[in-house]
């Protein structure tokens, strides 16, 4: 009567080994398969934030670039002048704000 619990425990915990051998090896797939998911969707997020897609996208919205910028601090907004290149930076701004109390 031993031998035969011996024999059914063994057998059962070969079993639950086998089980947790297979769930192992599923997880493993899972994880190569969202890896290779997260590899497409880190190009495609990539190629959709590329600047000269937006700026495409933008001019077909017709959208344009402003003729100056705003810059707003806590005392109130002042207005800096240029030209803004296609890297939507200001060029030749005027004079930078003057900062707070010295006005």
Same mark, same amino acid.
């Given at each position: ?21 297979? =769930? !192992? ?16 969707? =880190? ?28 810059? !707003? ?13 296609? #890297? ?5 701004? #005027?004079?930078?704000?003057?900062? #707070?109390?010295?006005?």
């Amino acid at each position: 009567m031993v031998l035969m619990t011996m024999v059914f425990g063994l057998a059962a915990m070969n079993v639950l080994v086998a089980q947790g051998a297979f =769930r !192992v090896q599923a997880l493993a797939q899972q994880q190569d398969e969202l890896r290779q998911q997260n590899g497409v969707l =880190r190009l495609e997020v990539a190629s959709l934030t590329a600047p000269n897609r937006i700026a495409k996208e933008a001019k077909q919205l017709g959208l344009v670039l402003p003729k100056s910028i705003e810059v !707003v601090d806590g005392q109130g907004s002042r207005t800096l002048t240029g030209e803004i290149d296609t #890297a939507h930076r200001v060029s030749r701004p #005027a004079a930078p704000p003057k900062p #707070a109390g010295t006005e």
